[in-house]
Each structure stands twice: as structure tokens, then as C-alpha cells.
């Protein structure tokens, strides 16, 4: 699951359970941007360990990160089932979904230190010519 999808799918809890962006920015300790920012696809690993703690209360990792079911679907098994022995019979997809999101932050954060460098020596050489 890419960020951007990840994204959507908190969305669709917030708006379930009748949160506002700014509710969660409180509940987080952040400001609103961050949960915009997250909700796009767009935010840092650290926060989104944060928010995926936050969103725990409401969703377990293995149903949020199911996307054969709608976030609806994944709530009715929610409550529907013990949350405890889905997520042991599902531990590996919960791992590898996760490690997959992690693995696409880094590539993403060694391309943007790789332009970063680049304009940098840029810069640099007109400098010293």
C-alpha cells in the first residue's frame, strides 16, 4: 500500500468516527497541516508511527492495511471479531505492508538528500570557478 492510499484510508476513519482534522492534530499534539500532510501521503516516518498509535484505538494495523476491504468492511469485522487473534493469524501481512511503506520513505528521503547534494555541489562548483 503506497502512502498516498494509506492516507485515504485514515481519512476514512477520521470521517467515520466524526473527528476533525483539528481533533486529531489536538489528540496527536500537532499542528493541522500534519494531518493534512498525512492524509495526502505525504508526512515523515516518525509521525506517521505516531498517527498509526492514534489510529490503533479505532482500527487494528492488519484491517487498515487490507485493501480488499473497504475501511467500512474492515470496521464491521472490527467490531465483529476479537481484535487480538485476527491481528496473530495476520502478523506477517501487518510486517510486510509496513516494512514496504518504510522501504518507499527511505527511497523517497535518499532521492531528496541525492537532490539536495547534487544542487549543493552545484552550487558549489560555480563558486569556485
Known sequence: M????LGQRLKAIRE????????????LG??????VRLEKGSVRSDFLLKALGFYGQYI???RLFNEKMSILECLQEEIASPTGELVK????LVRENVNE????FRKEQNQKMDDIL????????????
Open 60 to 62: 487494528s494495523l492488519d
Open 101 to 104: 511503506l518504510f522501504e518507499d
Open 16 to 27: 467515520v468516527f466524526k473527528l476533525s482534522q483539528n481533533d486529531v492534530a489536538e489528540k
Open 2 to 5: 503506497d502512502s498516498e492510499r
Open 30 to 35: 500537532v499542528n493541522k497541516i500534519n494531518i
Open 118 to 129: 547534487r544542487r549543493f555541489n552545484a552550487k558549489m562548483d560555480a563558486v569556485d570557478d
Open 89 to 92: 493469524n495476520r502478523v506477517s
